[in-house]
């Protein structure tokens, strides 16, 4: 039997409702250049399987892959060595499971691994409690945002200028809807973060303050005392960690008072992937986690007395409770976060403290070699695997001349905000223990002769 | 002091000015164990219908709803960390909220015992 569920008729039907007035009208968010208006380019409808083959990787190999090239690039996604192991276990016929496999009678196999996961984010994250992930760091962001707003009864959320500008994007869009009132500004290129300003601008309509750490130019600073003000003020103070191998290194968000710690996961397990699936890590402080959204997995026992792992605290979510619910979100990104746990669980404490060490210890070589390239300066005072050079002229040129070489040298500034024409010259650096020697000195030789 | 009851299984004792709200036997043996009441802060305000609680047992999630109008003057802490109240003694510690009536002749409007008691038995 086929089944065709709609019909031209139904189409239309849906499309008048709406205000469409054909399909092609719900894709006009994409910009029309970046939109195919034929068949692929060079592919006639017709072929043989092997031509087509042919065809798709010669169009692939027109990419700049990451992995082939000295590669500098982070600005919230990281290229970390992922053990072959990881992928080897994820895909274990264990692990393969129905959508949305949360019974406790049939996937206690799948809720051990959440609850070990959440167990690792908690402690990585410095917080009493994690859930079994979000979408990605970014989302995870905006419901920290939301969840801010339920405990405090306030609507003003002060966004730090470190944060990344995709993140206040995405929490601008969701603020449309829930009428959350962000302040925010683009940061501004000197060693010190806005830390002050944001302690001083605090006042009884803040619901949260909201900053990166490492924030978008790579600064590190401490939280304690922008915790302890926004907490007098009857606020919460949410910490994002956009490079969660930072934590190997960095004293954790939580340790220094944040009230909720939201990041992206995937620096561990999870590859490029051209910006995603990722996983969203999300943890708060115990008296929080009635309004925290997300699944959350708990231990327990059974009517035997043997321990078993259940979802749990699920009147926050929206089987339950409809449109009272903390979040619209019922899933988890299983597959990315069984990556990350196994990738934390190859790695355990101590593995992970050194691959933040070697991490460190390349950025530390990398911005000591390119800040002696005439012309160049470091902007950091302080910094994990990232950090920020202003280069004598426009960044967002060399990092294409860059690429021209094959030389993927960094997030320019100016690819991240447009519209600041004084951010133009900022170029954010990542080096992680992918880089080699060799990679660091290709891409100063080469920036030196760009900027000669 | 006298006591009435809504159609939403909430009771209310008046004292004065002063009315103290819960939910009724009936209601909790409906719920089952009661794991987490949410009772709201001192000086919030009410109009009459407005969700003022919520009460989460093993089964179920619901709201409670302020019965009358009025302005909060206490909510009962113990609940937080002994929610088993509300099933133990629904209609006597088990309490929700107090608060000081904006109208009190909003209360002519709600059930006395024999009426309640007769509309759950027709339920």
Known sequence: MRYLPLNNQDRSAMLATIGAASIDDLFIDIPEEARLTGPIHGLPMHAPEMAVERHMKALASQNLVAGDVPFFMGAGAYRHHVPASVDHLIQRGEFLTAYTPYQPEIAQGTLQMLFEFQTQVARLLGCDVANASMYDGSTACWEAIGMARRITKRATALLSSGLHPHYVGVAKTMARFTGDALVHQAPSLKPETDIADLIGQIDKNTSCVVVQYPDILGRVEDLSALAQATQAAGALLIAVVTEAVALGALRSPGEMGADIVVGEGQSLGVGLQFGGPYVGLFGCKQKYVRQMPGRLCGETLDAEGKRGFVLTLSTREQHIRREKATSNICTNSGLCALAFSIHMTLLGEKGLRGLAEVNHAMAVTAAERLENVPGVKLLNASFFNEFTLVLPKDARTIVRALADRRILGGVSLGRLYPEEADLANGLVVAVTETATLEDIEAFATNLEELLA | ?123
């Open chain 2, 1 to 123: 002091m006298s006591r009435y009851f809504t159609e939403e299984h909430e009771w209310v004792e008046v004292e004065g000015k002063i009315a103290t709200v819960g939910i009724t036997e009936y209601a909790q043996q409906q719920l089952g164990d009661v794991v987490f009441v949410d009772v709201p802060a001192e000086g919030k305000q009410f109009d009459k219908g407005d969700e003022a609680a919520v009460v989460e047992s093993v089964k179920a999630a619901s709201d409670v709803y302020s019965p009358i109008s009025g302005t909060i003057v206490e909510g009962n802490e113990v609940l937080a960390d002994e929610p088993g109240l509300v099933n133990s003694d629904p209609e006597g510690d088990g309490w929700f909220f107090k608060l000081e009536l904006s109208d009190e002749a909003e209360l002519d409007a709600l059930m006395d015992e024999a009426a309640y008691k007769k509309f759950v038995a027709d339920l």
